[in-house]
């Protein structure tokens, strides 16, 4: 329901989960899940954040996850904190504290530190590209590419972090004006996003696209400004009016 850009369902359905929770806690025969159920309400936070950063509420998203980091920090976790500071790294870059985004890629760089992880080594480069972009686009795009390639490479598919890496890279290809490169990188993205139900993640991607002139690579298809002359012409519109 996130993914498909629906958050009050998405709530609401997180909302029963915790209830469901509740329930079990609350049964004597159920000792553990009375001590704390800390990872699927860890998960039910991280939902609730990345609602909040799809509303572009970040500071609501920020608290959220800040507040399982701490727990994932206290039980170390470390693979599920690396993924979730992944999150928080992308929320603190819109809340422009970069200083704060950078003290967490190098957490999940230790973290990582002599372990074979590619898929989350993907996360940690990633996060390095969003930081470096701010300033540094031949090194955001060098630790993109790898953020991409790792995913590529990895033996189980993870299609919703690619396309986010690969909308990421798109964006910075087309600033540093390599045009050719954003297109397929942002072309691929929105397929992705398409296929995976998630309209929101999707409608990014064709903002980026739309910047970028010329033709669609895609056999077929229109770029966003031959869709609107098409549809202006389609509305009964005169060729000077589209």
Do not use: C
Not at 114 to 132: E, F, H, N, T, V
Not at 178 to 183: E, G
Not at 202 to 227: K, N, P, Q, V
């Amino acid at each position: 329901a996130m993914l498909r850009g629906e958050p009050q369902r998405a709530r609401s359905l997180i909302g029963t989960a915790l209830a469901v929770l509740d329930e079990l806690r609350s049964r004597e025969e159920n000792e553990a899940l009375r001590a704390g159920p800390v990872l699927e309400e860890g998960l039910a936070n991280v939902l609730l954040a990345r609602i909040a950063l799809l509303s572009k509420r970040y500071r609501e998203a920020h608290e959220l996850l800040a507040s399982e980091i701490e727990t994932l920090r206290t039980i170390e976790a470390g693979e599920m904190l690396v993924e979730v500071l992944a999150e928080d790294i992308a929320v603190l870059i819109a809340l422009r504290e970069l200083e704060g985004a950078a003290a967490e890629a190098a957490e999940m760089e230790a973290i990582l530190l002599g372990r074979r992880m590619p898929s989350l080594d993907a996360l940690a480069a990633r996060s390095r590209g969003l930081i470096a972009a701010e300033g540094d686009a031949a090194t955001a795009l060098e630790h993109l590419e790898r953020s991409r390639d790792l995913l590529d490479e990895a033996s189980s598919p993870w299609p919703f972090e690619l396309a986010r890496t690969l909308l990421s890279l798109g964006s910075v290809q087309l600033r540093a004006r390599q045009r050719r490169a954003a297109r397929a990188s942002l072309e691929r993205a929105l397929t992705i996003f398409e296929e995976l139900g998630a309209p929101v993640w999707a409608e990014s991607a064709r903002a980026e696209l739309s910047r970028i002139g010329g033709r669609a690579s895609r056999s077929g298809e229109l770029t966003e400004t031959e869709r609107r002359v098409a549809e202006t012409v389609a509305a009964g519109h005169s060729n000077a009016e589209a």
